[in-house]
Every structure is written in C-alpha cells, then in structure tokens.
C-alpha cells in the first residue's frame, strides 16, 4: 500500500521563495511507485491551496482553478478538505486522508514550531522536529542561551525589542557598542536566508539594520561579528540516535554569506568534505548532536558554524531544523558525501517522522 503524503510548501514567510525551489527539488524525486502525493500550497498570505499542479500556481502567483484547502484537526482522521466556491455557499470535499505531512517550509509559520502545533493537534506523522525542537531551533535569541547553558560555544549577542529601539534607540547603541568593536551582525530572531540580516561596520550601519531588522520581527539580535570567518556545516539526522554527516563549508564570494549569495548570483563556492583536520571536525560534529539534542530536534537539522581564520577557534551559529532542500542544497549535499543520496535521505525522513509518531503515541 502507497504511503499518502501531503507536501506543504510556499508559507507566510520571508523565505516562501525559498521553499518553492526546495519543494521542487524534493516533488521530482520522490518515488511515485511509494507515495501518493498531494500538494499543499500556501500563499504568502497563509491561504491554502490544494490541486494538481499547486507549486507552478504558486510559482506563478495565478491560484485560479485552485481549491482552497484546511486541514481538519480531528485526531486519528487527518483529513485535507477542499473548499468549493458554489452560488449557494463553499462547501467542504474530502481532497485526501493523509498518513504524513512533509513540510518544505522555511521561516516563520512553518519551519517556527507554529504549523508544527497544527500537526499534533491533527494528530498526524510528519517530517522534522517537533513544536519546541522546531521553535527553540528558530529562535536566535533563546536557542543561544540554551547553547550557553550546555557549555556550547557561541558568539556574543544582546537581544532587543523593536519596542526598545522605537522608544530607546540610544540605549540599543550603547548596549550594542558594548559587544565589541565593528562589525556586529543583526538579525531578526526568528527568521533565515540572511532576510533582514546586516553585517554593520559602523554606527550608522547599526542604525539602518535595527530598524530593517525590525520590519522583519519584534525581537531583534545585535552579534559580535567575526570577521571573514570560515562557515563550516553538519547534517543531522535522527530522532532518538542523531547522527553527523561530513562537515562542509562554504565560502561566499560576498562579504558575507547574504540573500544574494545564497539564491541569487551562485557565485558562493563549496567544499565538501570541508579541508579541517579530523580531530577538528570530530568535534564539531560531536558538537552538532549535542545541540540538536539539547533542543529536543527530530528528523533533520542542519548546524551552522563560524570560525576565526586565524586562531581556528569556532562557534555554533545556528541550528535550521527545516534546511534548503533543492538539490544543490547543503543539506541533502553533506548527506550524499557521507554516503545517504538523496532520494534514500527523504525515505530516511519519512520513515523518521512515523517513528518520531510512534514514540509518542
Ligand atoms: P540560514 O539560511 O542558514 O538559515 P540565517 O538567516 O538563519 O541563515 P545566519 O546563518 O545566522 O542567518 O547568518 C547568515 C550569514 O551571516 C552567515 O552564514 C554568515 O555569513 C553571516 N554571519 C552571521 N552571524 C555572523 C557573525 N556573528 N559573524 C560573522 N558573520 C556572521
Ligand atoms: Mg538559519
Ligand atoms: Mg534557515
Ligand atoms: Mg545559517
């Protein structure tokens, strides 16, 4: 019997872009003789849609012909119902009863815990970690302060209100200055792809990127910067039993590893397995699994690293617990370098997530 798996993609999030291009990736290798699938999109407004060829509506941003879809959390009967327009009024089809939710969601209202909480209620199997795995790995601020607590390196940060910074901006500067000299790094706290993050090298910097920052999130991250660091990455997979991939790294061409270095101009170089000595990389994978444990993570996650050139020491930066997944992604690319390819790596996370269900039942 085919597994029916709901693919949910697009989101209410700065990264909705993002996520198309990995639910690409992720649609055309997933075994058809294995699954069923049924496409869940979601637009940047949150609205649901299912159909046939969601992802190219959503593409497209044209979501005519579509049905508007909500899961119904009634425990034990995951059911996605569509939601037909009629002159007498919308009325409600079953689309599908789904065993598992994958989630191609990055950002907020998808990869944050949020949607997560959706999936509980609905009692349903799906991919990744759970409601505080996925939420304490999303948020900078607290998931830093939960590495301090384990002894995990990390680079000095403060966390600011947007309300502090409307009413107290001085007081942010002076808090901020008192980090370290330039550059720092803000950022919004729950958020990726570099979306709303500035590398600051002066006072001025440090004011345009708390208040672009703020358009992005209520809590706000001033970091210490390293400058020109080394970005060194993991892969972790499993629940109970988390293992690390090889190490990787990547070496943006810009000045740091931004929204444009990512997606836009491919100009950012990788090496995989990163160039480290072994005892080096043992730890830092040992210290991977560390985080991704001390979180409570399932499923996946991908651990960013900085480190200094030039005394090699190094910091966790941060742990996404919902990683780019096209193909050329890191994520999918460490695991294929230690040996997982991908399309064995998405069975891997689906056989994952009803473990993951099982535990808890
Ligand atoms: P992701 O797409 O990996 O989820 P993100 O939006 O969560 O990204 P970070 O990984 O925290 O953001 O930071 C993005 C990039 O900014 C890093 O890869 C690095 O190039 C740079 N960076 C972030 N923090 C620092 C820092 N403290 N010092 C130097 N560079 C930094
Ligand atoms: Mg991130
Ligand atoms: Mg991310
Ligand atoms: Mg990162």
Known sequence: KKIHIGVIFGGRSGEHAVSLMSARSVLSVMDTSKYDITQIGITKNGVWYTGEDVLS?????????????ILLPVPGEASLYSIRDTSSGSVLELAAQLDIIFPVLHGTFGEDGTLQGLLELADIAYVGAGVLGSSVGMDKSLFKDVMRTHGIPVVES????????????????????????????VKPANLGSSVGITKCRSRGDLLEGLMDAARYDRRILVERGLVNPREIEISVLGNQDPKASVAGEVMPEADFYSYAAKYLDGSSKLGIPADLPEDVSLAMRNMAVEAYKAIDCAGMARVDFLMDRETGEYYLNELN????????????KMWDATGLPYPQLIDRLIDLAFERKADRD
């Open 57 to 69: 509506a959503l593409e497209k941003e044209d979501f005519s012909g579509l049905q508007k879809a």
């Open 321 to 332: 617990t919902l990683p780019g997944f096209t193909k050329i992604s890191m994520y999918p």
């Open 158 to 185: 403060i966390t600011v209100t947007r309300k502090e910074i409307e009413t107290d901006l001085d007081g942010v500067i002076t808090r901020a200055e008192k980090l370290s000299p330039y550059p720092f790094f």
